[in-house]
């Protein structure tokens, strides 16, 4: 006779993806647990808020602004340039903010019906108590840098209320992917460097830290729901994930930040949206994404099409 841990055994190797044999969800849970006892950090207490900024210092890599090595940054003084970085670093954190609050009512609806004492909830559900202190954070260093907030636009806003609501299990962590990846790869090139000022530095490297493990809890998650979910919600999630990419592309930086340091809004999208260098960036950025969604599946059809229109993938 065949016993349930016998049974479960099976189930478990029978989960298999291009890129292996899936590992047991509450294991993986459990190590992410156990990190996030060992490296969690109060942004508060961590973080030194009071010391001043050091003036020679810029608030984002000069490679990673987005007009970086257009005809108009050659144009834009030593000054211009660092407070654009300034500005730029407010949107994306601005826009951090914005993809974590959707990422907290995600996790919040995929745990909703799973077993609540699992290390699998538990874990989300520390993930959750991570993404509030990150929105904090970000928050703080916002106002701290002087910078105004930048929300996405009406449109987006309501159109990520929409998709969120619609949203698949597998459409959620492809987005949940999305929003964590691409930030995490500029942080990462962020947190070491010393032309930055040393708070921004700080952020940084507790968010790349703490969001090694959504990332690693996502992708596993992900490949999960992409071998187990109906034909239909595969499809319906390549869309979904390749709609979510044109979203966050769009939104990736708020256009009103050349308006506030001096620069002709319409010149500045244009050299933009025209940058060899930006395209680069981005795509660089999204790369070690992008290569997983494709070996697993997600990038097929007109999905990919849409994540090609992004601009995020090459074609």
């Known amino acids: 006779m065949t016993t349930a841990p016998d049974i479960a055994a099976t189930e ?15 294991q993986v849970a459990e190590r992410l647990l156990e990190s996030s006892r060992k490296h969690s950090f109060d942004p508060d207490t961590e973080l030194d808020w009071d010391a001043p900024f050091e ?25 211009q340039r660092k407070d654009l970085a300034r500005h730029e670093a407010a949107s994306l954190a601005s826009l951090g903010i914005w993809f974590e609050v ?17 290390n699998h909830v538990r874990y989300a ?10 929105s904090m954070m970000f928050a703080r260093m916002i106002k701290q840098g002087g910078a105004p907030a930048y929300p996405v636009s009406r449109l987006h806003h309501n159109l990520a209320r929409v998709l969120k609501t619609v949203s698949t299990t597998p459409g959620s962590f492809t987005a949940t992917l999305l929003g964590e990846e691409i930030l995490d790869w500029m942080q ?39 071998v187990t979910c109906p034909r239909w919600e595969a499809e319906l999630t390549r869309i979904s994930s390749g709609e979510a ?9 708020n256009p009103q930040v050349y ?31 992008t290569d997983f969604l494709d070996e697993i599946g997600v990038l097929r059809g007109a999905g990919r099409r849409l994540w090609v229109s992004s601009g995020l993938l090459a074609k």
């Open 245 to 253: 990419a044109r979203v966050f592309s769009i939104s990736f930086v």
């Open 125 to 134: 559900l520390t993930e959750i108590a991570d993404e509030c202190r990150h």
């Open 55 to 79: 003036d020679d210092k810029w608030f984002w890599p000069p490679e990673l602004v987005s007009l970086y090595d257009t005809p108009l940054w050659r144009r834009m003084s030593q000054e």
């Open 12 to 26: 478990r190797e029978a989960l298999r993806d291009a890129l292996g044999l899936l590992k047991d969800r509450e």
């Open 188 to 226: 990462r090139l962020t947190f070491p460097d010393e032309r930055v000022q040393q708070l921004v530095r700080g952020v940084t490297r507790i968010h790349v830290i703490e969001e090694a493990r959504h990332v690693r809890y996502a992708r596993e998650e992900l490949r999960r729901q992409m």
């Open 102 to 118: 959707i990422l907290m009512q995600l996790l919040v609806r995929h745990i909703y019906d799973k077993p609540l004492t699992s």
């Open 259 to 289: 308006e506030n340091v001096g620069l002709d809004k319409r010149e500045a999208v244009a050299q933009v949206k025209a940058s060899g260098h930006r395209r680069e960036i981005m795509q660089t950025g999204a790369k070690r994404l």
